[in-house]
């Protein structure tokens, strides 16, 4: 059994406990009707976000329940808030997750102020002001440094694959590594799109439009650029997968034909592409190879800003994948 190379600068955050039905049932009834009314109110989120506010909520009013005596949310106070980040930080929670929690929390007083305050029948809300203000959270730390996957990092995934007859997870790595699209947008990519090959003076095709992150419950929807590598290997999978669909990323369980979960993604690069390479891989790694790898080889980054990044703005892309800040540097004072 090879070792695994973590890339670790520190150790994870230890996992916080899951608050199950019957724990948060325990908690403070009016705190959770308010969380409710809240949420009522956020038909927008989309069903992914909606997932990561209602755990983070939990977690708090759970720790309240534990830690602060159950006490209602108009009775919260900084310290209390303060405490319960000191909490999380020394669980080691990376300073994004910190973020996170307190703009969930923070977005519920906000609520509460906006809507709450002035009820003539929440008269103990009067004086609530949100108590998340005062805590700041650090300067981002890194839980493993996000080393690009290299080319030759990538071939050697697709020989280990094809030797492995592994094709739809060969089919994945090449859609991973060339598109540009997270696991979200790659689970919804169809058949159609390839069905006619590439057509005669184009060097790929368009994915169909796919939902990805955004902030509405529609979220943000894109197409991606699928080159000659996705559409061969594509194909191959879909000779060998034995079953039709309209979706090219499904598995086959008691008859039922569904796409594949993000959680395929996570365990397949978790228990194969990181045993493969000799070091820790997840999904989100491909994005950053993607654009990396066009960058290296020269490409015009407005271009893979807005066709492979699919940012909103090339400052983005200049931020984090930009690997010419330095080109000319030398000759400056020539």
């Not at 490409?299 to 200049?318: E, G, L, R």
Request: aromatic share 12%.
């Amino acid at each position: 059994m090879s070792v695994i190379n973590k890339n670790m600068v520190r150790d994870r955050a230890l996992k916080l406990p899951e608050v199950t039905d019957e724990m948060y049932n325990q908690c403070n009834s009016e705190t959770r009707e308010m969380i409710q009314e809240y949420f009522d109110n956020k038909a927008q989120l989309s069903p992914d976000t909606k997932t990561q506010y209602w755990s983070a909520l939990r977690q708090f009013v759970y720790w309240v329940n534990t830690s602060c005596s159950d006490k209602p949310l108009y009775k919260i106070k900084k310290r209390d808030f303060s405490r319960f980040m000191s909490y999380l930080v020394n669980r080691g929670m990376s300073s994004s997750g910190l973020k996170f929690k307190k703009s969930t929390i923070s977005s519920l007083c906000k609520y509460i102020e906006d809507y709450i305050v002035e009820d003539e029948d929440m008269k103990e809300y009067a004086t609530f002001r949100n108590f998340t203000t005062v805590y700041k959270v650090e300067a981002l730390n890194y839980v493993y440094e996000k080393i690009p996957i290299s080319e030759d990092e990538y071939n050697k995934l697709k020989e280990a694959l094809l030797d492995d007859e592994n094709y739809m997870g060969l089919a994945w790595v090449a859609c991973a590594f060339n598109s540009g699209a997270r696991r979200g947008g790659i689970r919804q990519f169809k058949v159609e799109c390839i069905k006619d090959g590439i057509p005669e003076g184009k060097t790929f095709v368009y994915s169909n439009m796919v939902r990805e992150k955004g902030k509405s419950i529609d979220g943000k929807q894109v197409r991606y650029m699928m080159n000659s590598e996705c559409v061969k290997y594509i194909n191959l999978w879909l000779e060998h997968r034995g079953y039709e669909s309209e979706y090219i990323f499904t598995s086959k369980y008691r008859g039922e034909i569904n796409m594949i979960s993000k959680e395929w993604a996570d365990d397949f690069c978790t228990n194969v592409l990181s045993d493969i390479l000799g070091r820790r891989i997840n999904p989100h790694l491909f994005k950053a190879s993607a654009i990396t790898y066009l960058l290296e080889k020269g490409k015009d980054i407005k271009t893979v800003s807005k066709f492979v990044a699919q940012h909103n703005d090339i400052s983005t892309t200049q931020s984090f994948y930009d690997l010419r800040k330095d080109e000319g540097v030398d000759e400056l004072f020539d």
